[in-house]
C-alpha cells in the first residue's frame, strides 16, 4: 500500500504527497536538466542519457490531467512504500499539469516559496472541498511525510511503460545512484 494512499483519501481528484527528505532532489527532471558529462558520472552512456533528454522534452505538455487547463509542467506522480525500514519510491508515472495544479502537488514546496494559501485555496477548489477539510487532512499528509522523512535506507524504481524500454533500467541505475550520492553528501557537508 501507498504511504499516502490513506491520507489522500478525501482528496478525489488532487492529493499533495511531499517527497521524503532523502529523495529531495532525485527526479527524472534532475536527470533530463543534468549535462551528459553528469550523466556519465552516474553510469549513464550518451545514448541513453541523449534517449532521456529527447523523451523528457517531447512529452507532452497540452491539458492539465486534473482540471482541463493549459498545462505547463510535468509532473512526476511516485508511490512510496515501506517495508521492514526500507523505503521504496516508485516512479508510476508522468502526467501533465498547469501549474496551479503543481503548486497544489507539491504543499512543501508552496510553503517554502510562500505560496501556501494560493495552493490550498486551489487544492480546495480543485477536490470540492473546504479550507477547513484540507487543513485538517493536511495534517495526516504532513505526519505521513515526517515518517517517510525519518527512513534513511530507501531504493528507487521506474514502473514499466514510464520510460521506453530501452533506457528504463540505465535511469533507473542513475537515480538510485543520484540517491546515494545525495546520501553521501548530506553526511558529509
Excluded at 552516474?42 to 487547463?69: H, M, T
Excluded at 535506507?153 to 528504463?168: F, K, T, Y
Aim: hydrophobic content about 35%.
Amino acid at each position: 500500500m501507498d504511504a499516502y494512499e490513506s491520507a489522500c483519501s478525501v482528496f478525489n481528484k488532487l492529493c499533495p504527497q511531499l517527497v521524503p527528505k532523502p529523495l529531495w532532489g532525485v527526479s527524472l527532471a534532475k536527470l533530463a536538466r543534468m549535462s551528459t558529462s553528469e550523466l556519465s558520472l552516474l553510469g549513464l552512456e550518451p545514448r541513453v542519457a541523449g534517449g532521456l533528454k529527447s523523451f523528457w522534452r517531447a512529452l507532452p505538455r497540452d491539458k492539465c490531467v486534473i482540471c482541463g487547463s493549459k498545462a505547463s509542467d510535468i509532473d512526476e506522480f511516485w508511490s512510496y512504500h515501506v517495508d521492514s525500514g526500507r523505503g521504496l519510491a516508485r516512479l508510476v508515472s508522468l502526467r501533465s499539469l498547469c501549474g496551479k495544479c503543481h503548486l497544489a502537488k507539491h504543499v512543501g514546496y508552496a510553503s517554502v516559496t510562500g505560496r501556501l494559501s494560493e495552493a490550498l485555496e486551489h487544492l480546495a477548489r480543485i477536490n470540492n472541498s473546504t479550507l477547513s477539510d484540507v487543513y485538517t487532512h493536511l495534517d495526516k499528509i504532513y505526519e505521513t511525510w515526517e515518517s517517510l522523512s525519518s527512513i534513511t535506507s530507501w531504493r528507487v524504481e521506474i514502473s514499466e511503460g514510464v520510460l521506453p524500454g530501452d533506457i528504463r533500467a540505465e535511469v533507473e541505475k542513475a537515480l538510485n545512484k543520484l540517491l546515494e550520492r545525495n546520501k553521501r553528501g548530506r553526511r558529509n557537508p
